[in-house]
């Protein structure tokens, strides 16, 4: 059976969930009335309206999934615990958990070797929550900050449902932009918030992932640093849409002028944002794309290019007209002219995650278990000043960022941050499985080439690619990754899926099944259909 997304909803879920939805609306209503709590009125109102919007949506509900999972704030006037993208994931599991109730379900498509390296890793993940059990600051336990657990659970909600997915070729030309829409506007929120320090008060109710360093800065009397606006890094996965439909070569040679612009744009927002990993990851992208577009040959010319825009900066900043000292942070890995104190900020940041990283190793003060991990948590004090750090405090006030950063286990780093949580093993574990998910990805690209699937393969699969060499050498964070992987690969997937139905069309009989990361060789078979046909 395949999934039509443009199938309405079921008549009898909607009439059930309709009833059942009234039933409690309607008790609730009674108890507010009783006892004159009249605001509590607004939020049923926002869980009707979201129902609604569930209903309507109905097996269209998924694309809430690539919507909000970069919206990793919370709704502060709702009285919940979760962030908008659990919410998303979460309205559209019980969506998809109904349809599968009423037997509306399509489904699930046969799991693979790469699934297999996901489930080892959550296996494993099991293993360290049984010897380092963590509990919730709103239950009294000792050890608090277990949300990294719930991440994993969403993500994985979130596989399931995308596992009941499959796209059509018309489909697959929004989704990029779609999954590139929540961190833009979230982007745009931190722009805002860092220049309209006034903003904060206003937005931060409704959202809390935005930057509020400036504000508490502002708050305290302090002097705000901003050489650095962290926000303009999120301008990155517009890039990534951008390359993933048009080949970069086009783009840089301003053979595409709208979507050149806009490219360029982006280009200038990462510089300004001054993280060297930015830059790095903008022309790692930039050289995949390429490659997968056209081979080596627009490699070649592209990486010329790069070499001279980072020429003429260069010129530019030695001959009077000092560029922006964010964009000159960007690029101090490279020796050039820029700004001492520039260049001395820059090295004193890789200097303090060095020593840092240093002390965690040695020390069995942050890492007790370096073999196999303490598992995600904290003390419910530790806690209390992470969050004094999130909104623009030191944390420990008296010891500096540096404990703060140690205890909370934000190392930078995406190896040291995985054997503070499943050790070394557990690191070795999840390595593979980025690895093959790298490998995955990269056959899937080349195998949707010349398919309407090669945009949305290129911009989920190229970042995966990266992924591994990122992660070890560059800049990671388990807790997040984790996740974050295991929705990548259930895109992945997705494409796949969705060209094994591409490749039916084109064929008179029904493909033979194999697995997901088997996937048919589309182009020959769509390329010896058409030739049949002329």
């Given amino acids: 059976m395949r999934f039509d997304p443009r199938q309405s909803s079921p008549v009898g879920i909607v009439i059930f969930i309709v009833t059942i939805g009234g039933l409690i609306g309607a008790m609730f209503m009674g108890q507010v009335v009783a006892h004159n709590e009249f605001s509590k009125i607004g939020i049923v109102a926002g869980g009707a309206l979201a129902l609604t919007i569930c209903l309507g949506m109905g097996k269209n509900v998924w694309l809430l999934i690539p ?10 006037v709702l009285p919940l ?43 494993y993940l099991v293993t360290v929550f049984l010897r ?28 399931w449902v995308l596992q009941h997915v499959t796209i059509s070729a018309k489909e697959t030309k929004w989704i990029p932009w779609l999954m590139a829409a929540g961190s833009t506007t979230v982007t745009f929120l931190g722009v805002l918030t860092q220049r309209f320090t006034f903003l904060v008060p206003i937005i931060a109710p409704l959202y809390s992932g935005i930057n509020v360093g400036a504000y ?65 990851y903008i022309a790692v992208i930039t050289l995949l794309s390429s490659y997968f577009y056209a081979g080596l040959k627009d490699v070649l010319r592209l990486s010329i290019i790069m070499l001279l825009g980072v020429m003429m900066l260069i010129f530019l900043q030695s001959s009077g007209f000092p560029i922006h000292p964010a964009a000159q942070r960007a690029l101090s890995f490279i020796p050039g002219p820029w700004d001492p104190d520039v260049v001395a900020g820059a090295q004193e940041s890789s200097e303090w995650r060095f020593e840092m990283w240093q002390i965690a190793l040695e020390s069995k003060e942050y890492i007790k278990n370096k073999i ?32 703060t950063q140690l205890v909370t286990g934000a190392f930078h780093s995406g ?54 060499f990122c992660y070890l050498f560059v800049f990671g964070a ?3 990754d984790l996740p974050e992987s295991i929705v990548a690969l259930a895109f992945l997937n997705m494409i796949a899926r969705a060209m094994i139905a591409y490749q039916a ?20 078979s769509y390329s010896a259909s058409v030739a049949r046909n002329a």
């Fill in 216 to 280: 508490m800065a502002e708050q305290r009397g302090d002097a705000y640093d901003e050489t650095r606006q962290s926000a303009l890094f999120g301008f990155a996965s517009l890039a990534g849409v951008l390359m993933a439909f048009t080949r970069p070569l086009y783009l840089f040679l301003f053979l595409r002028p709208f979507w050149s612009l806009l490219m360029y744009g982006t280009i200038v927002a990462i510089f300004l944002s001054g993280f060297r990993t930015g830059i790095v």
């Fill in 81 to 123: 615990p979760f962030s908008v993208r659990d919410l998303c994931v979460y309205a559209a599991f019980i969506t998809f958990a109904g349809l599968a109730v009423f037997k509306k379900l399509p489904k699930s498509s046969k799991l693979g070797v790469m699934d297999g390296f996901m489930f080892v890793n959550l296996a």
């Fill in 372 to 403: 196999l991990g303490d598992g995600f948590g904290f003390s419910a004090y530790e806690l209390n000043l992470q969050l004094q750090a999130a909104w623009g405090g030191q944390g420990y006030l008296d010891r500096g960022k540096t404990e």
């Fill in 478 to 480: 388990f807790e997040g």
């Fill in 415 to 468: 190896p040291i941050s995985a054997i503070r949580y499943v050790g070394v093993v557990g690191l070795v574990i999840f390595t593979l499985f980025l690895v093959v998910c790298a490998r995955y990805a990269w056959k899937l690209i080349r195998q949707a080439t010349g398919t309407p699937f090669f945009p949305l393969a290129v911009f989920v699969g190229v970042p995966l690619i990266y992924k591994p």
């Fill in 132 to 159: 380092n059990p963590v509990g919730t600051r709103a239950l009294g336990s000792e050890m608090v900050g277990g949300k990294p657990y719930l991440d994993v659970i969403t993500a994985l909600l979130a596989f």
């Fill in 505 to 524: 069309r084109f064929e008179n009989h029904n493909p033979k099944p194999y697995s997901l990361h088997e996937t048919p060789n589309v182009t020959t």
């Fill in 67 to 76: 919507l909000g999972w970069t919206l990793t704030g919370k709704v502060q």
